[in-house]
Nanobody, 124 residues
């Protein structure tokens, strides 16, 4: 019954910025840990950033640390990914995901619910 709806993906030039949003609905989804993942053609899906259900803990993959920021709205049912200093290698389909636990983890298989994905393309 948990649904995740992503928005914000588009074409952007290298060095630019972009914000992604994930609107989550469900009985207790506001307490779930959530994450942003991405998958480029021919590559495995990887965690980009994650945030705990109480929004006090965040994790990032090394390649985006210092450039990307994950956050939750006050109601905890919306998750954002602010992306700055974008690089062509950031090009991928970005997915929002959730797991029915407070703690955030890095493994893709630990997340139960997924959005449809939104395309981010960074041009040179």
């Amino acid at each position: 019954q948990v649904q995740l709806v992503e928005s914000g993906g588009r074409l952007v030039q290298a060095g630019g910025s972009l914000s992604l949003s994930c609107a989550a609905s469900g009985r207790t989804v506001s307490t779930y840990a959530m994450g942003w993942f991405r998958q480029a053609p021919g590559k495995e899906r990887e965690l980009v950033a994650g945030i705990s259900g109480n929004a006090v803990t965040t994790v990032y993959t090394d390649s985006v640390k210092g450039r990307f920021t994950i956050s939750r709205g006050n109601a905890k049912n919306t998750v954002y990914l602010q992306m700055n200093s974008l690089k062509p290698e950031d090009t991928a389909v970005y997915y929002c995901a959730a797991r029915p636990f407070v703690g955030v983890v890095r493994s893709t298989t630990m997340y139960s619910y997924w959005g449809q994905g939104t395309q981010v393309t960074v041009s040179s």
